[in-house]
C-alpha cells in the first residue's frame, strides 16, 4: 500500500511538470486546411503554366534564348509538384490557341488565367491572418485548459497529502509515536505547498513549488512509512509485554476465583450444619411442647394414671 502511495504522488506530481512546464501547442486550425487547399491551386496552376511554356518553348529555333528558357523552365518545374489535368490542359490549350494563330483566344485565357491567380493570392494573404488569429485563440484556449488541469492535480496532489497527515497525526497520536507525529508535520507542510502551487500556475513558481511537492512528499511519506513500521516494532514489543501481564492478572484472577469458590464451599458445609443443628434443636423443642400440651388437656388421665 504504501509503495502504491508513493508511486501515485510521483506519478501526479510528474504529470504536473510535464503538462505545465510545456503546455502542448493546439492542432491545426480550419484556416489553416483552407490555406493548404488555395496554396495548392496555386502551386498546381504555375506548374501547369510551366510545363505549357516548356511545350511552347519547343516551337522555337534552336539558339541560347531557347536553351536559356529551356533551362530556367526546367528549374521551376522541379520546384513545383505536379499540376492538376484540369490546370494542365487549361494552360495547354492557351499555349496551342496562340501557336496556331488563335491570339485573342489565347490571350483571353491569359487574362482569366491571372485574375484567379490574383484572388487566389488575395485570399492567401487573408488566410495567413486568420491562421496567425485562430493559432493565437487555440494557444490561449489550450493555455487555459492546461491550466485548469495543473490546478486540479496540484489540488489533488494537496489533498492526497492531506489525508496522509491527517492519518498519520491520528495513528501517532492513538499509539503514542511521536515520529509518526513528526511525518504528519512533513506531509502537512508539502500539502500547503500543492494548495498554494494550485495558485500559482502559470507562473515561474509553480515548477519550483511542484518540485518542492514532488522531494517533500516524497520524503515525509517514506519517512512517515519507516517509523510506522519501527512503531510497529515496538507496539509488537509491548503487545508481547501486555499479553504476559494479562496472563499474570488471568492467573492471579484464577486463582482468586478458586479460593472464592473454596470458602463458598466452606461457607455452604457450615450452614448446612448450623441449620441441621437448628432444625433437631426445633423439633426438639415441638415435640416437648406438644407433649406438654397433650397432658394440660388431658388431667384426667394423668388422675387414673
Same mark, same amino acid.
Given at each position: 500500500?504504501?509503495?502504491?502511495?508513493?508511486?501515485?504522488?510521483?506519478?501526479?506530481?510528474?504529470?504536473?511538470?510535464?503538462?505545465?512546464?510545456?503546455?502542448?501547442?493546439?492542432?491545426?486550425?480550419?484556416?489553416?486546411?483552407?490555406?493548404?487547399?488555395?496554396?495548392?491551386?496555386?502551386?498546381?496552376?504555375?506548374?501547369?503554366?510551366?510545363?505549357?511554356?516548356?511545350?511552347?518553348?519547343?516551337?522555337?529555333?534552336?539558339?541560347?534564348?531557347?536553351?536559356?528558357?529551356?533551362?530556367?523552365?526546367?528549374?521551376?518545374?522541379?520546384?513545383?509538384?505536379?499540376?492538376?489535368?484540369?490546370?494542365?490542359?487549361?494552360?495547354?490549350?492557351?499555349?496551342?490557341?496562340?501557336?496556331?494563330?488563335?491570339?485573342?483566344?489565347?490571350?483571353?485565357?491569359?487574362?482569366?488565367?491571372?485574375?484567379?491567380?490574383?484572388?487566389?493570392?488575395?485570399?492567401?494573404?487573408?488566410?495567413?491572418?486568420?491562421?496567425?488569429?485562430?493559432?493565437?485563440?487555440?494557444?490561449?484556449?489550450?493555455?487555459? !485548459?492546461?491550466?485548469?488541469?495543473?490546478?486540479? $492535480? /496540484?489540488?489533488? =496532489? %494537496?489533498?492526497?497529502? #492531506?489525508?496522509?497527515? *491527517? +492519518?498519520?497525526?491520528?495513528?501517532?497520536?492513538?499509539?503514542?509515536?511521536?515520529?509518526?507525529?513528526?511525518?504528519?508535520?512533513?506531509?502537512? !507542510?508539502?500539502?500547503?505547498?500543492?494548495?498554494? $502551487? /494550485?495558485?500559482? =500556475? %502559470?507562473?515561474?513558481? #509553480?515548477?519550483?513549488? *511542484? +518540485?518542492?511537492?514532488?522531494?517533500?512528499?516524497?520524503?515525509?511519506?517514506?519517512?512517515?512509512?519507516?517509523?510506522?513500521?519501527?512503531?510497529?516494532?515496538?507496539?509488537?514489543?509491548?503487545?508481547?509485554?501486555?499479553?504476559?501481564?494479562?496472563?499474570?492478572?488471568?492467573?492471579?484472577?484464577?486463582?482468586?476465583?478458586?479460593?472464592?469458590?473454596?470458602?463458598?464451599?466452606?461457607?455452604?458445609?457450615?450452614?448446612?450444619?448450623?441449620?441441621?443443628?437448628?432444625?433437631?434443636?426445633?423439633?426438639?423443642?415441638?415435640?416437648?411442647?406438644?407433649?406438654?400440651?397433650?397432658?394440660?388437656?388431658?388431667?384426667?388421665?394423668?388422675?387414673?394414671?
Amino acid at each position: 500500500m504504501k509503495t502504491k502511495s508513493f508511486t501515485l504522488l510521483g506519478v501526479l506530481a510528474t504529470g504536473i511538470l510535464a503538462a505545465c512546464a510545456a503546455p502542448a501547442l493546439p492542432g491545426e486550425t480550419k484556416a489553416e486546411v483552407k490555406l493548404e487547399k488555395v496554396a495548392a491551386r496555386q502551386l498546381s496552376a504555375a506548374s501547369a503554366s510551366v510545363q505549357a511554356a516548356d511545350e511552347a518553348n519547343a516551337a522555337n529555333p534552336d539558339g541560347a534564348p531557347k536553351t536559356a528558357v529551356a533551362g530556367e523552365l526546367g528549374v521551376a518545374a522541379a520546384n513545383l509538384p505536379t499540376a492538376s489535368g484540369e490546370d494542365a490542359r487549361a494552360a495547354l490549350a492557351r499555349v496551342n490557341a496562340a501557336l496556331t494563330g488563335k491570339l485573342s483566344e489565347a490571350q483571353k485565357g491569359w487574362t482569366d488565367a491571372v485574375a484567379r491567380g490574383r484572388a487566389l493570392d488575395a485570399e492567401v494573404a487573408t488566410l495567413e491572418k486568420q491562421v496567425v488569429a485562430e493559432r493565437a485563440a487555440a494557444a490561449e484556449a489550450q493555455r487555459k !485548459a492546461t491550466e485548469r488541469m495543473c490546478v486540479i $492535480a /496540484a489540488l489533488l =496532489v %494537496g489533498g492526497a497529502l #492531506f489525508m496522509a497527515a *491527517a +492519518m498519520s497525526l491520528a495513528g501517532g497520536l492513538y499509539f503514542t509515536l511521536p515520529r509518526l507525529e513528526y511525518g504528519a508535520l512533513g506531509l502537512a !507542510a508539502g500539502a500547503a505547498c500543492a494548495f498554494f $502551487a /494550485a495558485t500559482q =500556475v %502559470g507562473s515561474t513558481r #509553480f515548477n519550483i513549488l *511542484a +518540485m518542492v511537492v514532488l522531494v517533500g512528499g516524497v520524503a515525509a511519506l517514506a519517512y512517515a512509512g519507516w517509523a510506522g513500521w519501527q512503531g510497529g516494532r515496538t507496539l509488537k514489543t509491548k503487545a508481547g509485554g501486555f499479553d504476559s501481564a494479562m496472563l499474570a492478572v488471568r492467573h492471579f484472577l484464577g486463582e482468586a476465583a478458586g479460593g472464592v469458590e473454596t470458602e463458598a464451599k466452606r461457607l455452604w458445609r457450615w450452614l448446612g450444619v448450623e441449620l441441621d443443628g437448628a432444625h433437631k434443636a426445633l423439633v426438639a423443642d415441638w415435640q416437648e411442647w406438644e407433649a406438654s400440651f397433650a397432658d394440660k388437656v388431658n388431667p384426667a388421665k394423668q388422675g387414673g394414671a
